[in-house]
């Protein structure tokens, strides 16, 4: 037999409006495809394709099937002869594998609890009573039923305990909703509660549709403080740097498009495909990631980037398009209108009007050129010199030669500078100004050059004596690894934020590098003090041995220093209280303090070693 998840994966990658278009003549009918049945002798197109739930039908033979069936009936093959067949087209190695029950999957529980919970959101949405409000919201964005019902939407309504209760008196632990991300715990509430509550519910599914997470997106203006969108935590089944919502939905609109539509949250997908354009895909709230890409890239060569306009989102664009570009994905760039985005556009412009703003799409180096000749780039040598440096990475990604080839020429020809110069520098990174990044692997900010932070070696120099690690402190040790290895940005977010830094000079520091991972000395707007240490570090010398166990270290002190005042804190006010109970209750949170101070600090013993970073809580992956 062949297992199940091999068969799903050929399901996946073929497309069966190929595969049936090879014998009937189809033609597009809104979100369907029709021609003449080959199961009968039909004058008038009575046979039906629908991709998006991957059958066929015919309403005048009555003949109707999926993929399989189809190659079945069209050939006479065998089911697992058909898998065969169509595996070996689509580049799926298929392979039998006895009668013997498998193992079962130890992710099993998980994904169907939040089957379970889906059903219950889901549930909560059509409810004549609690989910009116939620429905109308729907409504008012342009959201129709059978939008709701093609990604699943629910919702999570305003209680602590209801996907709690329902789910215990269905026998799924605490324990287990916690684990996924279901249910959560504060300082200030004795048991777990609902991590949802009074939101629109996004299911997050794998290509394979099974149910990873959820997002939601608050009602109204929500409880005070509450942030608007919310996601699921990582956990055993989900990881967001591997998965993009809505590929499971979309991918075969996109290989019938022959292009994605990247974009930056879920309700963007949801309106695009309310508008008729169902080939979106977004990033989950995270950079794009090289896995991310590489999944993207089984189903198309090319990518439309509808980010944000405002500097924050043309970094984004800018970072997804050169990880885009290194797995083989030529990218380009849609521009709307300030204070405009995908949802806006197509609710107020349609389908139309959207497919206008696709079609003046321009190529991410094109982009990258227009917006450095509008900011006086090329008016002067020394800015012609850092204008340089930002068109580098997107010649460093292109892992299409003939592309690569184009974009050195034109990058040539707009600076002036020869071709050989161009290919040294694209060569030899370090022996440029170094004011540029260049982009990592991952498409994440630098890489380490040799004998940095982060490098292979190990932070040693080939044939050096190692040097004395110099008394720096945990925050400078952290920014060091930052700045030198910018793919260890998202993973200190994970864990610590800006008031985690006593020194205000490198809280700054940390904040910008949230918000522009690529930042440089050069960067407009940074104060001298700033700016100043800025180039200390960017130019320090010291080489850190074993980055994970040295990010590990830093983020573990930082985060015990906040223990250690929020102790004090506690301390200061047991001794203030005169009332039992807020008595008892500030010695049951000391308790829970030196818990977690302890189980943090035996993770960092046991787990820290050269790579290890990703044992560690908080980690993307």
């Not at 990881?239 to 990247?262: M, P």
């Not at 982009?439 to 040097?467: E, K, L, N, Q």
């Not at 102790?567 to 303090?593: H, I, N, V």
């Amino acid at each position: 037999m062949i297992p199940d998840e091999i068969v799903e994966e050929v399901r996946i990658r073929a497309d069966l409006v190929e595969v049936v278009g090879e014998v009937v003549q189809l033609k597009r009918s809104g979100k369907e495809w029709k021609g003449k049945c080959p199961f009968h002798d039909d004058r008038t197109p009575s046979f039906y394709v629908v991709p998006d739930k991957g059958f066929y039908k015919c309403f005048g033979c009555d003949e109707s099937g999926d993929l399989f069936s189809f190659v079945m009936k069209q050939t006479g093959m065998e089911f697992n002869d058909a898998v065969k067949h169509l595996g070996a087209r689509y580049g799926v190695e298929v392979r039998e594998v006895g009668t013997r029950e498998e193992e079962e999957d130890p992710n099993r529980p998980f994904y169907e609890l939040n089957a379970f919970a889906r059903d219950w959101f889901r549930e909560q949405l059509l409810d004549p009573r609690s989910g009116k409000e939620a429905r109308s919201y729907l409504t008012e964005r342009g959201l129709d039923e059978e939008t709701w019902e093609r990604f699943g939407l629910g919702f999570a309504p305003d209680s602590w305990r209801g996907l709690r209760d329902h789910a215990n008196s269905h026998g799924y632990s605490d324990g287990l909703l916690l684990e996924a991300g279901l249910l959560t715990k504060s300082e200030r509430a004795s048991e777990p509660y609902d991590r949802f509550r009074h939101r629109i519910i996004f299911p997050i599914e794998s290509v394979a549709r099974k149910v990873l997470a959820f997002g939601g997106r608050v009602l109204g203006k929500g409880a005070h403080g509450a942030p608007k969108y919310l996601n699921s935590p990582e956990s055993a089944i989900y990881h967001k740097g591997e998965t993009l919502y809505a590929l499971g939905w979309n991918r075969n609109a996109i290989r019938r498009e022959e292009e994605a539509l990247v974009v930056e949250g879920y309700m963007d997908v949801v309106s695009l495909a309310a508008g008729g354009l169902g080939h979106a895909v977004a990033t989950l709230g995270t950079a794009m990631t090289t896995e991310q890409a590489q999944l993207l890239r089984r189903y198309t060569g090319r990518a439309l980037l509808l980010f944000d306009s405002d500097e924050a989102g043309l970094r984004a664009t800018f970072r997804a398009g050169d990880v885009l570009l290194a797995a083989g994905i030529h990218p380009s760039v849609v521009t709307f209108p300030p204070g405009e985005d995908p949802d806006t556009v197509v609710q107020s412009q349609g389908e139309e009007g959207m497919r206008r703003h696709l079609q003046g799409a321009v190529d991410l180096l094109d982009r990258k050129l227009q917006l450095l000749d509008e900011r006086g780039y090329f008016d002067s040598i020394d800015r012609m010199r850092r204008a340089v440096d930002k068109l580098l990475p997107p010649l460093r990604a292109a892992a299409d030669p003939a592309l690569r080839d184009i974009y050195v020429a034109k990058v040539a020809e707009r600076t002036g500078i020869r071709r050989e110069t161009l290919e040294e520098e694209i060569r030899n990174p370090s022996r440029g100004s170094g004011r540029g990044s260049p982009p990592s692997s991952s498409g994440r900010g630098s890489s380490p050059g040799p004998g940095r932070i982060g490098s292979p070696t190990g932070g040693r120099r080939s044939g050096s004596a190692p040097r004395r690690r110099l008394g720096l402190g945990p925050e400078r040790h952290l920014l060091l690894i930052l700045l030198h290895s910018r793919e260890w940005i998202e993973r200190a977010a994970e864990r610590v934020g800006p008031d985690d830094f006593a020194d205000p000079v490198f809280r700054e520091i940390f904040e910008r590098l949230l918000d522009n991972p690529e930042l440089s000395a050069d960067d407009d707007g940074l104060a001298p003090p700033i700016r100043q240490r800025l180039e200390s570090l960017l130019g320090d010398p010291e080489e850190l041995e074993h980055t994970g166990r040295i990010f590990d270290e830093s983020v573990g002190a930082l985060k015990e220093r906040r223990l250690q005042a929020r102790q004090t804190e506690l301390r200061e006010a047991l001794g203030r209280s005169t009332d039992p109970e807020e008595k008892q209750r500030l010695l049951k949170e000391l308790a829970s303090f030196r818990t977690e101070r302890q189980g943090r600090w035996n993770v960092i013993r046991r787990g820290a070693s050269p790579g290890s970073h990703n044992q560690s809580e908080g980690t993307d992956r």
